[in-house]
């Protein structure tokens, strides 16, 4: 567990281009080192690096992340309790969620490539030029892409799109700041 409880701290080598992180393994001691790629996480690792949780944890597994980018999935399980209702004869998920998945992926990338001074969080604070392009429907997999393009101190500047069956179903510009976490 990382040292705020659920974040996952990202200390860098000095003069060199590897990253250090001590939560990308079971033993929160033991320090692994990569060439910016990490292994793919697992649910517990995503876990302990933002505070979401079923039923409103909308990734599964991270099989990319850079200093400036992630690429996650989320399988949409037909049983899921929103396709009873959006909509009972036609489910589809609701473009919103689909914008969240981008949000938490996001935060799964600053938490695992940013440090953040105290216990700040990143927390969303605007969306711009969304657009839905094709419907996800239930069984589908969401390839959750999300890129920094610009940090200006705890302020994150992001461009995501969620990917079914290689079609774009949703793209997004947004931006997150990190304030600090309630105690």
């Known amino acids: 567990m990382g040292e705020h409880g659920w974040s996952c701290p990202v200390l860098c080598q000095q003069g060199r281009n590897e990253f250090v992180s001590p939560c ?12 910016f790629q990490e292994s793919i996480l697992d649910l517990e690792q995503i876990k302990k690096c933002i505070p979401h949780r079923e039923p409103f944890l909308w990734i599964d597994e991270v099989l990319e992340i850079t200093p400036d980018s992630i690429h996650a999935t989320k399988y949409l399980n037909p049983d899921l309790d929103v396709f009873k209702g959006h909509y009972p004869d036609f489910p589809l998920v609701p473009g919103v969620l689909q914008c969240e998945m981008a949000l938490q992926a ?78």
Do not use: C
């Open 24 to 35: 990308s393994r079971q033993d929160p001691f033991a320090f692994h080192v990569a060439n």
């Open 106 to 183: 996001s935060a799964i990338l600053i938490a695992r490539k940013h440090e953040l001074e105290g216990e700040k969080v990143p927390v969303a604070t605007r969306m711009n030029n969304v657009k839905f392009r094709h419907m996800v429907r239930p069984g589908d997999t969401a390839n959750i892409h999300v890129e920094i393009t610009e940090r200006l101190g705890d302020a994150f500047f992001m461009i995501g799109k969620i990917v079914v069956d290689g079609q774009v179903t949703t793209r997004l510009e947004f931006a997150a700041t990190a304030t600090d976490s309630p105690s």
